[in-house]
Each structure stands twice: as C-alpha cells, then as structure tokens.
C-alpha cells in the first residue's frame, strides 16, 4: 500500500507516498501529498496530481443518502486530498492514509456494530476489503483484482448508476417474494384437487404450465423501469478506494 520499490543498475529506487520513499522520513511538508521518487540519497522528483471526481459522483451520494444509507471515504490517499473530495461530496465521515489492513479494520469495526457494508473500489489496494465486504462494487475500468473480489462489475464509469443497482436489487427481492407467495397459494389450493382427481390430468398440466408462465412475465419486469442503467450493470466473475 505504500509504493514500488526496485533495482536499476544497481541503484535502488522507490515510488510512492512519501512517507514510504524516504527512508530518513518526511521533512517537507510540500510531500505530504506528492507521489515522490527518491534512492538513499533522498528526493529525485515528486509528482503533484489532481483528483478528478468520477461523473455521477455526488449524484450517487446524495441518492444513497436518500435512501438512508451513512457514506464514508476510506482512502489511502493524502488527508488533505480526502478531505477536499469528501467536501465536494458533502460525506462527513472519512479516513486518509489508509493501508490495505487499516481498511479491513474499519470494514471489522463497522461489521462489530452490526453494519452490513457496500464497498466501492478500482484499485489492487481495494481487493482485500472488497472481498471481505458484505456487496462489494468495482468498474471495468479498474484493477483485474478489484473486479474479481467484487459482486457487481460497472460496465460505466459513472456512479450514479449505483443508485439503480441499488433498486433493481430490492425489486429483484419484491418480486421474488411475489412469485413465491404465488407459487404456494397455487399449490396449496390445486394440488389437493388435482391428486383427489377431481381436476383432469390435462386441466392440472395446463395450470402448471400457466403457473409457471404467470412466474417469468413477473420476473420480466424486474429493471424495466431503469433502462438507462440496465446495461451497465453486469454481474463480477466472483468495491474503498
């Protein structure tokens, strides 16, 4: 979680946080938020880099929100970083300069308060807690390790399609519920008739079948009402950023 570090021409060279390619430790504070290059000697270059949220990102939020779910940022980035993107984003709640292992133990402690956990992640560093969360998220566009811890894959890039996941999920739940009170209220009252003979073997084969017709048109309409988002959703081979 804090960098690469390799051998050229026997000089040996690092990559990553500063905080973990100074060996002597950080004295200026201008690198706390820098990607910095540095050997045994010190700094050779220190990379400063913008973030850009993802599109549909505050709209992602402020739905979930919405729908009474608490949001927080676990990252392995800058505090300064995190903060400036949990402000663009109105989430109260975040953590900066996580490592992988920091980010489990947040996902234990939450879990230890009986919290069932969405993670959303792209990146290698996500995969442990990705695949330790309750539903776990990640584009096509992120880290092959990321999509095979996750549960859902966006084909998109756009967040705000969380939101719809979200609701063809429940609607998957609803009609799930629907077709099996379905089912065994249809059981219940034909089944005795048919085996007592006073339904006809032919009359009991057509109840079955339109019983079962009447099933797959009311799964059919799960998602019907988000098409724009349908196809972005596709399942991981099976999400903290």
């Keep these: 979680g804090g960098g690469l570090e390799g051998i050229i021409d026997g000089r040996k ?14 004295a200026d504070t201008s690198l706390d938020d ?17 973030e850009r949220l993802r599109p549909g990102a505050k709209a992602a939020v402020d739905a979930l929100v919405a729908d009474g779910l608490s949001i927080e940022i676990c990252s392995g980035d800058a505090p300064t970083k995190v903060a400036a993107a949990a402000a663009q984003l109105g989430i109260k709640h975040w953590h900066a300069r ?15 308060d009986g919290a ?30 990321a999509q095979a811890s996750s549960d859902i894959v966006l084909a998109g890039d756009r967040l705000d399609a969380l939101g719809c ?51 797959v048109l009311n799964a059919l309409r799960i998602g019907r009402e988000q098409p724009r988002y349908t196809a972005a ?8 950023r």
């Design 233 to 240: 959703l596709r399942p991981a081979v099976g999400v903290g």
């Design 165 to 215: 996941a979200r609701r063809i999920a429940r609607e998957t739940l609803r009609v799930l519920r629907q077709n099996q009170r379905w089912a065994l209220a249809y059981n219940l009252l034909a089944v005795p008739f048919a085996a007592l003979g006073f339904v006809p073997p032919w009359l009991a084969a057509i109840g079955m079948s339109a019983s079962s017709l009447v099933v």
């Design 34 to 50: 820098a990607v910095v290059l540095a050997d045994d000697s010190g700094v050779i270059a220190a990379f400063h880099l913008t």
């Design 98 to 112: 996580l490592r992988p292992a920091d980010k489990l133990a947040r996902l234990s402690a939450l879990h230890a």
């Design 13 to 26: 060279l690092r990559l990553g946080h500063a905080g973990f390619a100074l060996t002597a430790g950080v």
């Design 116 to 145: 069932r956990v969405i993670v959303v992640g792209d990146g290698i560093n996500d995969a442990p807690i990705l695949a330790a969360a309750d539903v776990a998220v990640s584009f096509a566009s992120g880290a092959d390790l």
